[in-house]
């Protein structure tokens, strides 16, 4: 995924030279299914101009699209056709080849990737800690195995809850001096758990009412979006340690029974 947004990115900054009508067309969504369908066939201005809507369409279908197909080929045809400078014909002509050698490097790694997602999905599932994991808000199979992953599965790696949240950089350092004192985030820390736990923090807010009040309690005292979702990722690291240490699946109760005693 991350070898696939590199190549985003350089399709990105190709098409600003001289197709913005594509840039139009799919905005940040360069490495969609949709985006590299048309880009194979349309690689320039001038043969995006030539589309038609049906053959938008038919595009659209054979990459895979199946719902809202007429007005998403209409949106396109539309940004496609839209005024914009041109650059010289010769010119176009290389910056097609160009994308046209980005187009199918994206569109190879979407297949890779689809395949490697479901390894991971088969993978995880047979992992005796799984059941725990996807059972907390807002860890899927994806999420859930790169926590995982990032944590390791030995039962005695980490002494406490504590030991947890330290190698996770979730847990805040504070720093007194004087009459002063700041609270600060963890500059050492694993970063790629940190970022996964960071988005688990923020897909929890939809599936766990504990989990959105604790984040609501924290806006209303003056905190940012940013370091509520890190306290919110806090909490929810030590209520995954517990989880795993009892061997239990999450319970909403019972991980937010503080929570609902200091409200009550």
């Known amino acids: 995924m991350w070898e696939r947004r590199r190549h985003a990115n350089r399709l990105r900054s190709t098409l600003r030279e001289f197709y913005p009508q594509a840039l139009e067309a799919f905005g940040t969504k360069l490495s969609s299914r949709d985006a590299v369908a048309v880009l194979t066939v349309a690689p320039t201005p001038a043969l995006g101009r030539r589309l038609s809507r049906s053959k938008l369409a038919a595009v659209l279908r054979r990459a895979g699209r199946s719902r809202g197909v007429d007005a998403r080929a209409e949106e396109i045809q539309r940004a496609l056709r839209?005024?914009?400078?041109?650059?010289?014909?010769?010119?176009?002509?290389?910056?097609?080849?160009?994308?046209?050698?980005?187009?199918?490097?994206?569109?190879?790694?979407?297949?890779?990737?689809?395949?490697?997602?479901?390894?991971?999905?088969?993978?995880?599932?047979?992992?005796?800690?799984?059941?725990?994991?996807?059972?907390?808000?807002?860890?899927?199979?994806?999420?859930?195995?790169?926590?995982?992953?990032?944590?390791?599965?030995d039962p005695t790696r980490y002494a406490d809850a504590r030991a947890r949240r330290n190698y996770a950089g979730t847990s805040p350092i504070t720093r007194a001096s004087g009459k002063g004192r700041v609270v600060l985030a963890r500059f050492a820390r694993n970063t790629r758990l940190a970022d996964a736990c960071y988005q688990w923090a923020f897909s929890s807010l939809t599936g766990s009412p504990g989990a959105r009040a604790f984040y609501d309690t924290h806006r209303a005292r003056g905190k940012t979006h940013t370091q509520a979702l890190r306290a919110l990722a806090n909490r929810l690291v030590g209520i995954l340690h517990g989880c795993l240490r009892h061997g239990e699946r999450y319970r909403e109760e019972i991980a937010w029974t503080n929570l609902q005693h200091r409200a009550a």
Not at 86 to 98: D, F, H, K, N, V
Not at 107 to 131: S, V, Y
Not at 132 to 153: I, M, N, Q, T, Y
């Open 82 to 153: 839209s005024e914009q400078l041109s650059a010289p014909e010769s010119l176009e002509r290389t910056y097609g080849l160009i994308v046209t050698s980005l187009v199918g490097l994206i569109g190879g790694l979407n297949d890779q990737i689809e395949r490697l997602e479901a390894q991971l999905e088969m993978a995880f599932e047979r992992h005796p800690d799984a059941e725990v994991l996807s059972s907390l808000p807002g860890l899927g199979f994806v999420l859930g195995a790169r926590v995982l992953g990032e944590f390791g599965d």
